[in-house]
């Protein structure tokens, strides 16, 4: 089992910075490829970015690629999502998830947090 928990959301301007974390317990994050996902009410849960277990390998959505970058420190067992230039349209619950594949399909991921929200203003 492995429990994970987001941090670091809230408001913030259009065109600022944001860092998400996802803090991992139980299982050492090393045995999973982790992802973020996000959701607004109303829509389906989107993909953002995923990992493989030791970064290699990184994938990231067309909305959000050379301005999200997705990381890992295995040793805190912790991912990361830094968000940069960010616009309304990034507003969302931000979830990260563990799993055993590094998809861009939800359905994939065995372990999810809570999510964390990100209110972007115009």
């Known amino acids: 089992q492995v429990q994970l928990v987001e941090s670091g959301g809230g408001l913030v301007q259009a065109g600022g910075s944001l860092r998400l974390s996802c803090l991992a317990s139980?299982?050492?994050?090393?045995?999973?490829?982790v992802g973020w996902f996000r959701q607004t009410p109303g829509k389906e849960r989107e993909f953002v970015a995923s990992s493989n277990w030791n970064g290699g390998t990184r994938n990231y959505a067309g909305s959000v690629e050379g301005r999200f970058t997705i990381s890992r420190d295995n040793a805190k067992n912790t991912v990361y999502l830094q968000m940069n230039s960010l616009t309304p349209e990034d507003t969302a619950v931000y979830y990260c998830?563990?799993?055993?594949?590094?998809?861009?399909?939800?359905?994939?991921?065995?372990?999810w947090g809570q999510g964390t929200q990100v209110t972007v203003s115009s």
């Open positions: 998830a563990a799993g055993p594949l590094t998809v861009i399909d939800a359905r994939a991921y065995t372990y």
């Open positions: 139980g299982r050492t994050l090393s045995h999973y490829a």
